[in-house]
């Protein structure tokens, strides 16, 4: 059993920071990406940011580039989300996820790709 722990969720005013943690546990021994996605109330869930295996690739979207950084921590199966010069419209349940890969460079930007997901934490903005 895969367990997906997300952590650091809460609620910053607007150009405030916060560091989302998120934590794999349980019996996957194979090499898995790490993404995060967000949903905002009345919207799909988007993709935010992916890391690969090694940590030496990784993507994020348009919207929160130069603002969040994604990085992990394999030694404590762990990645974290940056998010620095919040904005309103980055209120959202952030999600962590972990997806199976066969190399140590392939990070992952779809929902599909990702096998075990966490519950959320919810990130509020306020302007």
């Known amino acids: 059993q895969v367990q997906v722990v997300e952590s650091g969720g809460g609620s910053v005013q607007a150009g405030g920071s916060l560091r989302l943690s998120c934590t794999v546990s349980?019996?996957?021994?194979?090499?898995?990406?790490m993404g995060w996605f967000r949903q905002a109330p009345g919207e799909e869930r988007e993709f935010v940011a992916a890391?690969?295996?090694?940590?030496?690739?990784?993507y994020s979207v348009d919207s929160v580039k130069g603002r969040f950084t994604i990085s992990r921590d394999n030694a404590k199966n762990t990645v974290y989300l940056q998010m620095n010069s919040l904005k309103p419209e980055d209120t959202a349940v952030y999600y962590c996820?972990?997806?199976?890969?066969?190399?140590?460079?392939?990070?992952?930007?779809?929902?599909?790709?990702?096998?075990?997901w966490g519950q959320g934490a919810q990130v509020t903005v306020s302007s």
């Open positions: 996820a972990a997806g199976t890969t066969y190399d140590s460079i392939t990070y992952y930007y779809t929902k599909d790709d990702y096998d075990y």
């Open positions: 349980g019996r996957f021994f194979t090499m898995h990406a």
């Open positions: 890391i690969s295996w090694s940590g030496t690739n990784t």
